[in-house]
């Protein structure tokens, strides 16, 4: 796997991800749609953690500096 994201991009995930997470257990966001989101920021931060978004591959995405 070659790292296909940048800085900006891993540190933007990383915020959604912490927002979805304070809202779903403060309890803002509840039921199926908060477990969806939970596990989509829990995506977030793994593709965050690896620098790897498989999405991108497709369409020859790279956020990253060269």
């Known amino acids: 796997m070659k790292k296909n994201m940048g800085t900006a991009d891993k ?3 990383i915020i959604i991800a912490a927002v979805v997470a304070g809202l779903y257990f403060t309890n803002t966001i509840t039921g199926t749609l908060g477990i969806i989101l939970l596990v989509l920021a ?3 931060v ?3 953690l690896v620098s790897f978004c498989p999405l991108y591959t497709p369409f020859g995405i790279k956020t ?3």
């Open 42 to 44: 829990g995506i977030f």
């Open 64 to 66: 990253c500096k060269k």
């Open 11 to 13: 540190v933007i995930r």
């Open 46 to 48: 793994l593709t965050s």
